[in-house]
C-alpha cells in the first residue's frame, strides 16, 4: 500500500516551453502532497505545499507565477513548470501524506527528472 | 546554519563493517526524526524513524538525543546493498513539513 506515482519519469523540453508533472497516490487520499526539487548532489528542497482545493504554500524563494500547482482532488496534484529555462533542469519530486493516517510519515512517488535545453 | 546538518562523507567501508552516521539539528521544535536512504537517481525511501528510546531493525539502529539535539544511526555488518546516500530528516509540525539533511554517502566494497 500507500503507493504515489508521478507521470512523467523523464523529460526533455526546449527552452521556453512549459512542462507539467503529475503526481497521483493510487491506493490513499491525500489531502496534502509535497513538491521538492534536488540538483545534483544536493539535498532535496522543500519547493512548495500542494493543498487540496486550496492554494499552494510556496517555500521562501519559490516564484509561484513559475512553478503553478494544482491540487483538484484528494489522489492528484500537478507542477507546471512555465517557461523552462535550462536552470530548471533538476529532479522533482512529489510525496503524499496519508488523510487517513496520524503519521508524518510522507509517501514519495519515484520522481521526474527534466532537463531543459 | 542549516536546519539539518551531516557529514557528507563518503564513507568507504569493507564488508562486514560498522558504521555510523551522526546528524545535528537546530530547531528544538523538531518533532519527528528519520532515516531515509535514497539511491542513485531514486526517490528517498523511508528506512525507519527514531525515537528518544532508541530503536533496532535488523542491522540498524537509530538514536536520538533532544537535549544535544543529535540524531545517529549505525549500520552493523554491512552489505554491499547498503551502499546508498542515507539522508537525516526533521518533521516540523509548525510548519507541517519536512527537512533533508544533505546526506550521507555510504560505499560498502568488497
Known amino acids: 500500500g500507500a503507493v504515489v506515482s508521478q507521470h512523467p519519469s523523464w523529460v526533455i523540453c526546449k527552452s521556453g516551453t512549459s512542462v507539467k508533472i503529475e503526481c497521483r497516490s493510487l491506493?490513499?487520499?491525500?489531502?496534502?502532497m509535497f513538491w521538492y526539487r534536488q540538483f545534483p548532489k544536493q539535498s532535496l528542497m522543500l519547493m512548495a505545499t500542494s493543498n487540496e482545493g486550496s492554494k499552494a504554500t510556496y517555500e521562501q524563494g519559490v516564484e509561484k507565477d513559475k512553478f503553478l500547482i494544482n491540487h483538484a482532488s484528494l489522489t492528484l496534484s500537478t507542477l507546471t513548470v512555465t517557461s523552462a529555462h535550462p536552470e530548471d533542469s533538476s529532479f522533482y519530486i512529489c510525496?503524499?501524506?496519508?488523510?487517513?493516517?496520524?503519521?508524518?510519515?510522507?509517501?514519495f512517488g519515484p520522481g521526474t527528472r527534466l532537463t531543459v535545453t | 546554519r542549516k536546519e539539518v546538518e551531516q557529514d557528507p562523507g563518503p564513507f568507504n567501508v569493507p564488508e562486514g563493517a560498522t558504521v555510523a552516521f551522526n546528524c545535528t539539528y537546530s530547531?528544538?521544535?523538531?518533532?519527528?526524526f528519520f532515516w531515509y536512504r535514497q539511491d542513485c537517481r531514486k526517490e528517498p525511501k523511508l528506512l525507519m524513524s527514531v525515537y528518544s528510546s532508541g530503536n533496532e531493525d535488523g542491522r540498524f539502529t537509530a538514536q536520538l538525543n533532544r537535549a544535544s539535539q543529535y540524531i545517529s544511526l549505525l549500520i552493523r555488518d554491512s552489505k554491499l546493498s547498503d551502499s546508498a546516500t542515507y539522508l537525516c530528516v526533521v518533521f516540523l509540525q509548525s510548519g507541517n513539513k519536512l527537512v533533508f539533511g544533505a546526506g550521507t554517502i555510504l560505499r560498502v566494497k568488497s
Open positions: 510525496s503524499a501524506a496519508d488523510s487517513g493516517s496520524f503519521s508524518y510519515e510522507q509517501y
Open positions: 530547531n528544538s521544535a523538531s518533532q519527528s
Open positions: 491506493d490513499f487520499q491525500a489531502t496534502t
